[in-house]
């Protein structure tokens, strides 16, 4: 998409309209032209919200993941792979040991002949490692293979000098096998649920002894919020405590975009801490590859977490042991903040806030079978009228969390509505000596400062959209200044993530593919930012919608563009050509304005 000024652009002066970005009126289109170009484009596929801008205003909709999402993104073909696959030993030019019982193809120049041509001409892995590890299947094969014999070049000197793998936490298959069998200990766990055991038996001897009150032991904990019969923070092991989680910058865990390829791009500009996405408790005990491939961790992540979600105590504690056991993690985090039905409606994220009780064995539990750091992320509470998250930080610091992540925000609100750091102050000095970050809306540096700085709103600020906007927002905060980065600067990160993405999927036509698929969810995000040039005033507001306008070349312009064809197309650019057939809906509802 290539948007021209028009002749009449400059005539619309910008009006500090409550929820519009300010642009400079000499970026700016005027109705007449953005109805023609959507006239134009209105075939398109578009992102989810594209229709409501041009409409004059969202719709009313519900928050959340788009559910109509055709085929989810996972039927095929997606990925540009011929119809037979080449057998892993083959490409690499070895041979196979199930010879003719192999389910794979073996015949390499009929795959050859079918194989789309090579993306380009270096292969990320062979460049890394001295080797590739998908050899013929590779995308960028041509880089490793000699031309006469097909035969895979290995170089090494380089795989002499790669001592430390790629990234960490690659949990083996025998650990997955083993806990489908369920063969796995958890001996820390069994001791924490004895004791849990026992702390039963002897609340029941002491209401036993005490004068009936009218309630059950178990009706008053899942209402009371006191400290009562709680017990203090007395289960820290040594060696727990190390981070200063203090005046850190924080990355949010991030569903699907924070990624490990993102969570890099974002070190890169200087961010702390970074944390998991959310992985979910019982997935890890029954082996799924998938969720155990949310754990790794790039070895720029120099303070990573964990972050675990579940609606079972003894589930959460048997997967945070194993976690802790088998991995390399810096604190695990509890999800209490998930809105998704999905978890609410089993009991787990953000309904877990209307049972403390359960929180308690929990965040215990966790204290109790990890040597590391466990800390807390929670929303305000589920409903406006009945806010909790207050009363909660007092009693996670007692039941021995590290520190305490409270998103402004009730699961009711979604995205509507601004964060309340107001209330997220309150739940500051609710703590006695837990750092509390707070969470909601950050996209600017001046925004940062003011909640940790002189206000003292808050210990931290974790960043989840606005890092997705403009993962330079961490430079931004460190050099108390703003960025003005060009379009070409932008796509120098695309193409970083490009690069870190086929390092970590793969370069293989599946690796290439999800690599496609993340970047485009990505680019979901990053197409809200305004370059700063273009601001009238400073500094963008998570919630105010630009109106239609054009960067300061076709490049920004592009980048600035709601529709998933100019996303795809930016993709190209850095990743080359899209299979045929290809089709694209974001995942998640959050990245539109609400
Ligand atoms: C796409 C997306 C995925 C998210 N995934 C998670 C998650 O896995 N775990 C979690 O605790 N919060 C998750 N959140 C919530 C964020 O961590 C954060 O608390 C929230 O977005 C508010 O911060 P923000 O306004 O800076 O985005 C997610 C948010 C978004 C937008």
Same mark, same amino acid.
């Given at each position: 998409?290539?948007?021209?000024?028009?002749?009449?652009?400059?005539?619309?002066?910008?009006?500090?309209?409550?929820?519009?970005?300010?642009?400079?009126?000499?970026?700016?289109?005027?109705?007449?032209?953005?109805?023609?170009?959507?006239?134009?484009?209105?075939?398109?596929?578009?992102?989810?919200?594209?229709?409501?801008?041009?409409?004059?205003?969202?719709?009313?909709?519900?928050?959340?993941?788009?559910?109509?999402?055709?085929?989810?993104?996972?039927?095929?073909?997606?990925?540009?792979?011929?119809?037979?696959?080449?057998?892993?030993?083959?490409?690499?030019?070895?041979?196979?040991?199930?010879?003719?019982?192999?389910?794979?193809?073996?015949?390499?120049?009929?795959?050859?002949?079918?194989?789309?041509?090579?993306?380009?001409?270096?292969?990320?892995?062979?460049?890394?490692?001295?080797?590739?590890?998908?050899?013929?299947?590779?995308?960028?094969?041509?880089?490793?293979?000699?031309?006469?014999?097909?035969?895979?070049?290995?170089?090494?000197?380089?795989?002499?000098?790669?001592?430390?793998?790629?990234?960490?936490?690659?949990?083996?298959?025998?650990?997955?096998?083993?806990?489908?069998?369920?063969?796995? +200990?958890? !001996?820390?766990? &069994?001791? %924490?649920?004895?004791? @849990?055991?026992?702390?039963? *038996?002897?609340?029941?001897?002491? =209401?036993?002894?005490?004068?009936?009150?009218?309630?059950?032991?178990?009706?008053?904990?899942?209402?009371?919020?006191?400290?009562?019969?709680?017990?203090?923070?007395?289960?820290?092991?040594?060696?727990?405590?190390?981070?200063?989680?203090?005046?850190?910058?924080?990355?949010?865990?991030?569903?699907?975009?924070?990624?490990?390829?993102?969570?890099?791009?974002?070190?890169?500009?200087?961010?702390?801490?970074?944390?998991?996405?959310?992985?979910?408790?019982?997935?890890?005990?029954?082996?799924?590859?998938?969720?155990?491939?949310?754990?790794? +961790?790039? !070895?720029?992540? &120099?303070? %990573?977490?964990?972050? @675990?979600?579940?609606?079972? *105590?003894?589930?959460?504690?048997? =997967?945070?042991?194993?976690?802790?056991?088998?991995?390399?993690?810096?604190?695990?985090?509890?999800?209490?903040?998930?809105?998704?039905?999905?978890?609410?409606?089993?009991?787990?994220?953000?309904?877990?806030?209307?049972?403390?009780?359960?929180?308690?064995?929990?965040?215990?539990?966790?204290?109790?079978?990890?040597?590391?750091?466990?800390?807390?992320?929670?929303?305000?509470?589920?409903?406006?009228?009945?806010?909790?998250?207050?009363?909660?930080?007092?009693?996670?610091?007692?039941?021995?969390?590290?520190?305490?992540?409270?998103?402004? +925000?009730?699961?009711?609100?979604?995205?509507?509505?601004?964060?309340?750091?107001?209330?997220? *102050?309150?739940?500051?000095?609710? =703590?006695?000596?837990?750092?509390?970050?707070?969470?909601?809306?950050?996209?600017?540096?001046?925004?940062?400062?003011?909640?940790?700085?002189?206000?003292?709103?808050?210990?931290?600020?974790?960043?989840?959209?606005?890092?997705?906007?403009?993962?330079?927002?961490?430079?931004?905060?460190?050099?108390?200044?703003?960025?003005?980065?060009?379009?070409?600067?932008?796509?120098?990160?695309?193409?970083?993530?490009?690069?870190?993405?086929?390092?970590?999927?793969?370069?293989?036509?599946?690796?290439?593919?999800?690599?496609?698929?993340?970047?485009?969810?990505?680019?979901?995000?990053?197409?809200?930012?305004?370059?700063?040039?273009?601001?009238?005033?400073?500094?963008?507001?998570?919630?105010?919608?630009?109106?239609?306008?054009?960067?300061?070349?076709?490049?920004?312009?592009?980048?600035?563009?709601?529709?998933?064809?100019?996303?795809?197309?930016?993709?190209?650019?850095?990743?080359?050509?899209?299979?045929?057939?290809?089709?694209?809906?974001?995942?998640?509802?959050?990245?539109?304005?609400?």
């Amino acid at each position: 998409m290539t948007i021209a000024t028009t002749s009449d652009a400059a005539a619309s002066t910008p009006k500090a309209e409550k929820g519009v970005a300010p642009i400079k009126a000499e970026y700016l289109i005027s109705r007449t032209a953005e109805s023609v170009l959507h006239t134009e484009e209105n075939k398109e596929t578009s992102a989810a919200d594209s229709t409501d801008r041009k409409q004059g205003g969202p719709a009313k909709r519900q928050g959340g993941q788009h559910q109509n999402r055709k085929n989810k993104n996972k039927g095929k073909p997606t990925y540009d792979e011929p119809g037979t696959k080449l057998c892993g030993k083959i490409a690499q030019g070895e041979t196979c040991p199930f010879d003719d019982k192999c389910s794979y193809s073996h015949d390499v120049a009929k795959y050859l002949a079918e194989k789309e041509p090579d993306l380009g001409p270096s292969c990320v892995n062979f460049d890394i490692y001295g080797h590739c590890r998908f050899g013929l299947r590779c995308r960028y094969a041509d880089a490793h293979t000699r031309p006469e014999d097909h035969s895979q070049i290995v170089d090494e000197a380089k795989v002499k000098t790669v001592s430390q793998r790629y990234a960490l936490n690659e949990v083996g298959r025998d650990l997955q096998i083993r806990l489908r069998k369920k063969e796995v +200990r958890f !001996p820390r766990t &069994d001791e %924490f649920t004895e004791m @849990l055991k026992q702390e039963a *038996a002897s609340d029941a001897d002491a =209401a036993d002894a005490a004068p009936p009150t009218g309630e059950s032991p178990d009706e008053i904990s899942d209402c009371d919020f006191s400290l009562k019969g709680q017990p203090q923070a007395k289960r820290h092991r040594a060696g727990r405590g190390h981070i200063d989680f203090r005046g850190k910058t924080y990355l949010a865990p991030l569903t699907t975009v924070g990624n490990l390829p993102f969570r890099r791009i974002c070190k890169g500009f200087g961010v702390d801490i970074t944390c998991s996405e959310m992985a979910i408790a019982s997935n890890l005990l029954q082996g799924q590859q998938s969720e155990w491939a949310l754990l790794k +961790r790039h !070895p720029s992540e &120099d303070v %990573f977490g964990v972050q @675990l979600a579940g609606n079972r *105590a003894d589930v959460v504690a048997r =997967a945070a042991e194993l976690v802790a056991r088998e991995c390399a993690v810096d604190f695990v985090d509890l999800n209490m903040g998930c809105p998704i039905d999905m978890a609410f409606n089993n009991g787990g994220g953000s309904a877990l806030l209307a049972q403390p009780r359960k929180i308690g064995h929990m965040v215990r539990g966790l204290v109790h079978v990890t040597d590391c750091d466990v800390t807390a992320k929670i929303r305000t509470g589920v409903r406006a009228d009945a806010l909790v998250a207050r009363e909660l930080v007092p009693q996670l610091e007692g039941w021995g969390a590290a520190a305490v992540t409270v998103h402004g +925000r009730t699961r009711q609100q979604r995205y509507t509505k601004l964060a309340d750091w107001t209330y997220i *102050a309150q739940c500051r000095q609710a =703590a006695q000596r837990v750092p509390v970050f707070g969470g909601g809306d950050v996209m600017s540096w001046e925004e940062y400062w003011e909640h940790v700085g002189d206000a003292q709103q808050s210990d931290g600020v974790m960043i989840g959209r606005g890092a997705l906007i403009k993962p330079w927002v961490f430079r931004e905060i460190s050099e108390r200044r703003v960025w003005d980065i060009s379009a070409t600067e932008r796509l120098d990160v695309l193409r970083d993530f490009a690069r870190f993405g086929l390092e970590h999927w793969g370069t293989d036509p599946q690796g290439v593919s999800n690599t496609r698929r993340y970047l485009l969810e990505w680019q979901s995000f990053l197409h809200r930012y305004v370059p700063a040039g273009i601001l009238e005033v400073l500094p963008q507001r998570m919630n105010d919608r630009p109106p239609a306008f054009v960067g300061r070349n076709d490049l920004e312009t592009l980048m600035a563009s709601d529709k998933v064809k100019d996303w795809v197309k930016l993709v190209e650019m850095v990743l080359g050509p899209t299979p045929e057939n290809f089709t694209f809906v974001p995942k998640h509802k959050s990245n539109s304005y609400e």
